[in-house]
């Protein structure tokens, strides 16, 4: 045991390595599922026993999931860390439903800005969590990634080639972009003015009408004539 005028703690067990990485934290706001797998991979690595582990997970929390596991010891002292952490993924995990999830994916839509990989690993982590029971979500996935991009011809392009990944439907989809570039422009066709049936019966009803009124015209002149001849002078 190594003491001092301050403290004193236990001498570290045969074989105990501190952690080495200072970067995980949890603020209950960042993903859930991502800080578990890194906590629970550095906890194997560093052999912790139980009660290691619960005081590394208590120093990782932060912000929000730290005021949650502060209420859940008051609630319950001597909770342990498995129930801890059943209750953290109640309250931080994915608890959605499948109906909601399954929406939000049929839902989605390329955003402006964001870029055919972000996109694509957007589409992965929806379908993941819309269709859990499946071992490959690729499937599902690439219709989604194709028809709510942006570019809807690029995705219609990489549609067509039947892609068996995203990571295909997205190379297929930028090799569309990369190659219209230095296509040529389609020519401009004239603009033709189509006439319906209707316009074309107008017409000839104005033109009739005009034609009638120069007739009457013509006539009354060579009436006016005439009888500007039979005058006597």
Not at 6 to 13: D, E, G, H, Q, T
Not at 169 to 190: G, I, N, T
Request: aromatic share 10%; with cysteine.
């Amino acid at each position: 045991m190594n003491c001092d005028k301050y403290s004193c703690a236990p001498s570290p067990r045969p074989g105990y390595r501190k952690p080495q990485s200072r970067e995980l934290r949890y603020d209950g706001k960042s993903s859930w599922k991502a800080f578990l797998h890194k906590f629970v991979r550095l906890a194997r690595s560093q052999q912790w026993t139980e009660v290691e582990q619960h005081d590394q997970f208590c120093f990782a929390l932060e912000g929000l999931a730290s005021e949650y596991y502060t209420l859940l010891l008051e609630i319950d002292p001597g909770v342990r860390l498995g129930a801890i952490l059943r209750k953290f993924e109640k309250r931080f995990g994915s608890s959605a439903p499948d109906l909601t999830h399954q929406l939000n994916f049929q839902s989605a839509v390329q955003n402006n800005g964001e870029s055919l990989h972000q996109w694509s690993d957007r589409v992965l982590t929806l379908a993941t969590r819309a269709f859990p029971q499946l071992p490959d979500v690729h499937a599902q996935a690439i219709p989604r990634l194709c028809c709510g991009a942006e570019d809807k011809d690029a995705g219609m392009y990489a549609l067509d080639g039947q892609p068996k990944t995203v990571e295909e439907a997205v190379d297929r989809m930028q090799f569309y972009q990369h190659s219209r570039q230095f296509r040529s422009p389609l020519p401009k066709h004239e603009v033709v003015r189509t006439v319906t049936l209707e316009e074309d019966q107008a017409k000839c009803v104005e033109e009739g009408k005009s034609n009638r009124e120069l007739l009457e015209l013509q006539n009354r002149v060579q009436d006016l004539e005439r009888a500007l001849w039979s005058v006597p002078l």
